[in-house]
């Protein structure tokens, strides 16, 4: 079967929601993705009960669940309950940016340029207007580059947040390129030169697009507390190589996430370890705790199920580690 068939969706939502009865406390991110596996599927109005059901308890990510909703229901004709959600949310300002642009995509999927383009602007003057283009996290980029889609689509001027969003863009293709409304146009060209120039334009797009669907959740570093670590090397002492000591621990965390960094990896984070949810994720895996080839594998897990938290933490946050330090002066200083 292959996977992109309504029948794998149907099936992958219903696996996803039996995980979610075993693992409770990791409810709502499995749920989400099950209500996404729906919508691909067709089968909207299930998934819009999904969100419903997320919204009746105290979800960790509310706004977010009211802009997949929106964006839900305005897929299958209830456009003016959309549009109270969306408004509602532009007044409750959230401060993440993922509801701001699922909102803002949701209106520019129905021609609404104009709405889009204000919500995101008001996003951005919100979420960027503090830290230095470097320091965004990633969805506060992502944030701005769709906005500067939407403007180009508007066919108006460059202003500070649109020159922002080219400054952060790494691909060969500019965005200028990227966005430009006249592409439509060369898709119908018979120049050979013409054609070959939309196919690179095409292809590094694609490469934006392959980038953020393959990394739905951040990639993550294990972070092992100290107390944690003390009785993780007690039970499976064949863990020490991977783990001298607490302080080269620490040491690693940051050295592998900024080598992450520098090598183009986006959208990084540490997550929480501790030794019972090791240990019952390698039951899981039919496998012994004391395989070091279990670690990368249990990150990963944690990290879809939303454990992760966003690396690096912003100007002036307190360090990932747990000290009273702020990053920038424990392992964010240079």
């Known amino acids: 079967m292959r996977p992109d068939t309504p029948a794998a969706h149907i099936t992958e939502a219903e696996r996803l929601l039996r995980v979610a009865t075993q ?30 059901s997320l919204l009746t308890g105290t979800p960790a990510q509310p706004h977010l669940i009211r802009a997949l909703k929106a964006a839900n229901l305005w897929e299958y004709g209830h456009e003016a309950e959309a549009r109270a959600i ?5 007044r409750e300002k959230p401060s993440d940016a993922a509801p701001w642009e699922i909102a803002a995509e949701t209106l520019e999927a129905h021609d609404e340029l104009e709405a889009a383009q204000a919500t995101l602007t008001e996003a951005a003057g919100l979420l960027a207007a503090g830290p230095a283009a470097e320091d965004l996290p990633h969805a506060t980029r992502s944030l701005l580059t769709t906005r500067h889609r939407v403007r180009r689509m508007l066919a108006l001027p460059h202003d500070g947040w649109d020159d922002v969003a080219d400054r952060l863009h790494t691909a060969e293709v500019p965005l200028d390129e990227l966005h430009d409304p006249k592409r439509l146009w060369s898709l119908g060209s018979s120049d050979p030169a013409e054609l070959q120039a939309e196919i690179t334009r095409l292809r590094s797009e694609l490469g934006t697009y392959r980038t953020a669907l393959s990394r739905p959740f951040p ?103 747990g000290s009273a330090e702020t990053y920038g002066k424990c392992h964010g200083a240079e």
């Open 219 to 321: 990639v993550a570093v294990l972070h092992w507390p100290e107390p944690e670590l003390d009785e993780l090397l007690a039970a499976y002492p064949e863990l020490e190589a991977e783990y001298p000591t607490y302080r080269a621990h620490l040491t690693d965390i940051e050295a592998s996430l900024r080598e992450l960094a520098q090598a183009g990896t986006p959208n990084l984070g540490i997550v929480p370890a501790t030794v019972p949810s090791y240990e019952a994720f390698a039951a899981s895996e039919a496998s012994s705790p004391a395989n070091a080839d279990l670690l990368p594998q249990y990150a990963t897990t944690l990290a879809a199920r939303g454990r992760a938290t966003p690396w690096p933490p912003p100007r002036g946050a307190a360090c990932w580690c």
């Open 86 to 90: 969306i408004d509602g949310l532009r």
């Open 23 to 52: 693992y409770p406390g990791d409810r709502e991110p499995l749920l989400l993705q099950a209500a996404a596996h729906l919508e691909l599927a067709g089968d909207r109005p299930r998934a819009s009960t999904l969100y419903d």
